[in-house]
């Protein structure tokens, strides 16, 4: 195998991975180890720098606001639709409330719905699922091959028994693409790309996702149809048919799903050491494996998503949730009605389990800030460059102080600098990225409830922790019941589980074990719960890569219960004659003033399959389609994730503000900085190498894999620049050329054969 290698690693220096394509803005990590015994290295340091600036803040400026929802897709070449979903919230905030018609509403939400389940299920089957194929075990060389082995002796039955995840009843056997799968390595041989059965199933469901998502886009991902106030394609019954039909097979995929991430989280994770894999990092490594890599300090940030036109019946029946009326005031109760709830969620110490500080989207706007300390811009805090209704916003649509650091009142003022190598050392100022820096300050009831600000995570991990929390919020939710499509979510705090349920789904093309076909529930329990139970109390984690994987395999079924939600709520307002789709069209479009200065203001919040996605607005006062926006300002969840580092205090209109003191331990660095080396306050380490390659040939995969878990834009290949200025390409991650690549494919197909 060494001759497949085409470097030898200088061990004195760090490594730069640059950039992890597939993401934007374009990523670099670099990062330093130390060697901690026989082949084992591990990261003790992290740098993230975003190598590409776009300028999209820029060249949007004094554009026609209708022009700008059309531009705003313009933003990713694969979740456009979800950039012009939220800037289409933003104006219709800043126009005081142009919510669609409620028909209108549910037809864009089943089109958000199923791009939702569409992208998921791309990212655990294609861009990220093939990490934890056999193609790494077997052939590629980088996971011990023992574990394989493992993986061949232990049933699917074995490993669902410890799994809550089906509380109906758990199958004991998974079929893809006509393959029969019974134990763990079958998963994995079905997980290689191209020639896996769960992969060539996967495909399909991507396709047929995407179909349901063009009945009302028309195209994708720059849709033409959804604008504010509505969407320009009706939700017609034959409509309804065509998506009822790939909707049946999405959630029927979608159940299967949850059960192969539920099995190989578990067995890789091995956190009760039933399975063996521990026992193997105990003896050869002396480390947790799996489990720890990748994790972090449980600070998380979910928008939520999937709005309604119809609140749900939740308990308590105090909790205030109503129908989305893109109102800034109304926007904590329609937040919290909606099928997915936000949620901020903080640890403040590593021996206690994560807390939801709020579910009001209010609540996590005006706790937004952004920073430039380590990144490319100028500081735009008292710079005559920005105009005066922009540094002037100092209060919000109902009368809240607004931070000088907030979206806001952010002004883009690109100030281009030589990174360096390391990085931060081609300038004075130490700035190495592209990125701002968001960090949060916990608010809660519309007021700050320390002085202190954090990095947070932004993925469906995210996602899931806030809902299995939403029962400790000010306003707690224990369940919310959508009568239309007969769903009903249960939040449990204690147990941190969220449960839900799933229609009956049968299909001649998705092949279902007999425990899935039925109406069944689905259970989801945090990774510090699940750690904590099958360790007895000895492993608590928070997160890592593989529970990140199993997260979003969550988080995509409870999205398909949004679709169907969507879905019944449309049928019914047709029944009923509630036929109507948009409330006008540009010329009917005013933007009133709603803050200090004389301008619009709005904020669209959502989760896109990468995570929490953000979109502010600062518009001119005005009617039709010349009024021009003043300040668009974006913050997509790999912009949470790759911020760089945020060491210094700032004054704020809350007095001084701070980075959490467990987290300034770690050099105030950022999410992906952060879940790479570790952070020392919450006694986490670096990621440890878990491969069997030489040593001296190793190339950072791990670092590479760990980073693809959050995201369904990462990786298809990276280049590795090494410390001697020598790059080599690498196909899927592997540690071989891309030649090698291809004849390990063959190879590979002709064992399966």
């Known amino acids: 195998m060494g001759s497949s290698y085409l470097f030898k690693y200088d061990w004195t220096k760090p490594v730069v991975i640059e950039p992890i394509v597939r993401i934007k803005p374009e990523l670099g990590i670099q990062v330093s180890v130390s060697i901690e ?6 990261a003790t340091e992290a740098y993230a720098g975003a190598g590409m600036f776009r300028g999209f803040e820029i060249f949007m400026r004094n554009k026609p606001a209708p022009d700008v929802i059309m531009l705003s897709s313009r933003e990713c070449g694969i979740c456009g639709e979800h950039h012009q979903f939220i800037e289409r919230i933003a104006q219709e905030m800043a126009m005081g409330g142009y919510a669609p018609p409620p028909l209108g509403l549910e037809t864009i939400m089943l089109a958000n719905d199923a791009a939702m389940v569409y992208d998921a299920t791309t990212h655990l089957t294609a861009l990220g699922g093939p990490d934890w194929s056999s193609l790494f075990f077997k052939i590629a060389g980088y996971y011990p091959p023992e574990i394989y082995q493992l993986a061949q002796q232990t049933p699917i039955s074995k490993v669902l028994e410890y799994s809550e995840a089906f509380p109906n009843g758990a199958p004991s056997e998974l079929k893809f693409s006509g393959v ?16 896996g059965a769960i992969w060539l199933e996967g495909a399909y469901t991507w396709r047929i996702m995407h179909e349901a998502e063009l009945l009302y886009y028309l195209r994708v991902p720059h849709p033409i149809t959804m604008v504010p106030g509505g969407i320009g394609v009706p939700a017609t019954v034959e409509n309804l048919q065509r998506y009822l039909y790939r909707l049946v097979d999405g959630t029927a995929y979608a159940k299967k799903q949850v059960a192969y991430w539920e099995v190989l989280n578990l067995f890789l994770n091995d956190y009760g050491n039933a399975f063996g894999v521990q026992a193997y990092y ?16 449980g600070n998380f940030l979910c928008y939520g998503q999937s709005d309604v036109s119809e609140a749900p019946s939740v308990t308590p029946s105090s909790t205030s949730v109503m129908p989305y009326d893109a109102t800034y005031e109304n926007m904590g109760a329609w937040g919290r009605a909606r099928v997915v709830k936000p949620g901020l969620v903080i640890q403040k110490s590593p021996n206690s389990p994560p807390e939801l500080v709020t579910n009001s989207l209010i609540d996590i706007t005006l706790g937004m800030r952004e920073f430039v300390e380590s990144s490319f811009y100028e500081d735009w805090v008292n710079n005559s460059e920005v105009p005066s209704e922009v540094s002037g916003i ?19 003022i690109p100030n281009p600098l030589a990174r360096g190598y390391p990085f931060g050392s081609g300038n004075s100022q130490n700035k190495y990225s592209w990125a701002m820096s968001p960090r949060l300050v916990p608010y809660s009831g519309h007021k700050p409830i320390m002085n202190y600000f954090f990095n947070v995570e932004a993925d469906p991990q995210a996602v899931m922790w806030a809902q299995v929390l939403q029962s400790q919020a000010p306003e707690p939710i224990y369940s919310a019941v959508y009568s239309a499509a007969g769903i009903e979510i249960q939040y449990n705090s204690n ?5 839900w349920n799933l229609p009956q789904t049968i299909s001649s093309r998705i092949a279902l074990p007999q425990e899935l076909q039925g109406e069944i529930e689905i259970k989801y329990v945090s990774p510090w719960m699940v750690s904590s139970k099958l360790s007895n109390g000895t492993v608590t984690v928070t997160t890592n890569a593989v529970e990140r994987m199993r997260a979003r395999a969550h988080a995509c079924a409870l999205d398909a219960g949004g679709a169907w939600i969507a879905w019944f709520s449309a049928v019914n307002y047709i029944k009923n004659g509630q036929t109507t789709v948009s409330r006008g069209n540009q010329y009917d479009w005013t933007y009133k003033k709603n803050t200090n200065t004389d301008v619009a203001i709005g904020v669209g919040l959502k989760e896109a399959p990468r995570g929490a996605q953000w979109h502010s607005e600062v518009i001119a006062l005005g009617s039709g389609p010349t009024v021009p926006t003043i300040n668009p300002q974006q913050i997509q969840p790999t912009t949470v994730n790759s911020g760089p580092r945020v060491k210094n205090s700032y004054s704020d209109v809350i007095g001084t503000i701070s980075p959490y003191p467990l987290l300034a331990q770690n050099d105030g660095a950022g999410t992906f900085e952060e879940v ?22 190793w190339d950072g995969f791990e670092f590479a894999a760990t980073l693809r878990s959050f995201d369904p834009c990462f990786v298809c290949g990276v280049h590795v620049v090494l410390p001697n200025g020598k790059v080599r390409y690498i196909t899927l991650g592997a540690p071989i050329d891309l030649s090698e690549s291809i004849k390990a494919f063959y190879k590979f197909a002709m064992r399966v054969k």
């Open 180 to 195: 029969t799968m019974r134990t763990v390595a079958d998963i994995m041989d079905g997980l290689v790309p191209i020639i």
């Open 282 to 297: 105990d003896k050869y490594f002396n480390n947790l494996g799996f489990a720890e890599m990748g994790n972090r300090p």
């Open 495 to 499: 147990e941190q589980s969220v449960t």
């Open 676 to 697: 790479i080396q570790g952070n020392p306050g919450y006694n986490i380490k670096g990621v440890p190498k878990l491969t069997v390659t030489p040593l001296e040939q």
């Open 37 to 42: 015994g026989e082949n084992q290295v591990r």
């Open 394 to 412: 100092s209060q919000d649509p109902i009368g809240n102080s607004v931070s000088p650091y907030h979206p806001w009142r952010k002004w883009t």
